[in-house]
């Protein structure tokens, strides 16, 4: 009796030990389909997109609000003042402006992009469409073909959305217009088309950072993620580098807050990709030319210090830079060196800093 109670009492212990381990597995398991389901696929973009952080343009296509915005800054063309140069070309009509371009959408080319900041590539790369022409034309700019010589096709605002949607079924996390700013009418016509057929990727717009505050007002609640250039804090530079635009620091510097405004810090969600959010470049230049100092100090004194900024080492002379001395070099060490270390001190925090491998 003794040893049958023993015997059950063991048999008993072990019964409760395999109760517990089966049911500690099957909470294991079904928190770990838990998990599953709420992590947001990096193979398909747009799959889980929902979930984590609905791009706001869907609910101004819904009531009609897209509509009516791509139609107001269509209106602007008719003299037109999308952007700072404010050149008055009838551009409906056919003119083209300083930019050199008309109402024809041209698009140089569309596709996964892998060399884009870390929060936008993810693994299925950024979904960037390259603009055709520019109204800033920088003697440096490394995409002169597209933005100063008119690399690119003639397409119609449908094709745009085609192209959103294809980018979608790549499985690109976002749609990422580069230079988007002379054609932002188009741009808006055709996410409501593509937001009408499926699209739902966060919209980056990745440009120059030389915007009307009064333009980019009209695309609030259309764009997810603001990728500017702050190029220069000395408007003597903008002017002799970007065919005189003077004003680039000042209106450059409005349109920060404005962007701020709208989409706030970027912070990468948990999946590690951005949905939202303000995302600085700056190019560091040779010679200063850039006056990292002067950008850097002024983004610390007017925005968050976690304000994203990512420092550009990859400077490299093109098109018409081997005409001035001054910036026919690529930059050295030491002159991106103190650019991080000014960053660090003005106690930004939100840095992204390239390694010595970008240099020389
Ligand atoms: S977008 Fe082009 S046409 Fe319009 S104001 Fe600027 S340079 Fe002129």
């Not at 990096?42 to 139609?71: C, T, V």
Request: net charge positive; proline share 4%; with cysteine.
């Amino acid at each position: 009796m003794e040893k049958r109670t023993r015997r059950a009492f063991i048999s008993s212990l072990f019964s409760l030990a395999i109760c517990g381990m089966s049911s500690a597995l099957s909470s294991l398991y079904a928190g770990f389909r838990e998990r599953r389901a709420l992590k947001p696929s990096l193979e398909k973009g747009a799959a889980k997109i929902d979930q984590i952080s609905k791009p706001s343009y869907l609910e101004l296509h819904k009531n009609g609000e897209l509509r009516k915005r791509g139609e107001e800054l269509w209106n602007v063309m008719k003299s037109c003042r999308l952007c700072p140069r404010e050149c008055g070309a009838n551009r409906i009509e056919g003119e083209e402006g300083f930019c050199q371009a008309s109402s024809q959408l041209e698009i140089s080319s569309y596709h996964p992009h892998f060399g884009e900041e870390k929060s936008l590539v993810g693994k299925g790369g950024s979904g960037t469409i390259f603009f055709t022409n520019c109204g800033l034309r920088c003697v440096f700019c490394i995409n002169w073909e597209i933005s100063q010589e008119g690399q690119g096709e003639p397409r119609k605002i449908e094709d745009l959305a085609r192209m959103m949607l294809e980018l979608q079924k790549k499985g690109c996390h976002n749609i990422n217009f580069v230079t988007p700013t002379h054609y932002s009418a188009h741009i808006v016509r055709a996410v409501d088309m593509a937001a009408q057929k499926g699209l739902r990727l966060p919209l980056v717009y990745n440009t120059c950072g030389w915007e009307r505050p009064e333009i980019l007002k009209i695309l609030d609640g259309i764009v997810d993620i603001y990728l500017p250039d702050f190029k220069y804090s000395d408007g003597k530079m903008a002017q002799k580098y970007s065919s005189g635009a003077d004003t680039y620091p000042e209106i450059t510097q409005a349109a920060l807050l404005e962007m701020h405004r709208q989409v706030g810090v970027a912070k990468p969600a948990g999946d590690g990709l951005m949905y939202r959010g303000l995302m600085i470049r700056h190019l560091v230049m040779p010679g200063g030319v850039s006056g990292a100092k002067g950008v850097i100090e002024w983004i610390a004194r007017n925005l968050p210090k976690h304000t994203y900024l990512n420092i550009m080492s990859q400077y490299i002379p093109m098109y018409k830079a081997f005409q001035y001395p001054e910036i026919s070099r690529k930059i050295t060490r030491k002159e991106y060196d103190e650019a991080v270390k000014t960053a660090k001190e003005a106690g930004l925090t939100n840095l992204d800093i390239q390694g010595p491998w970008f240099l020389f």
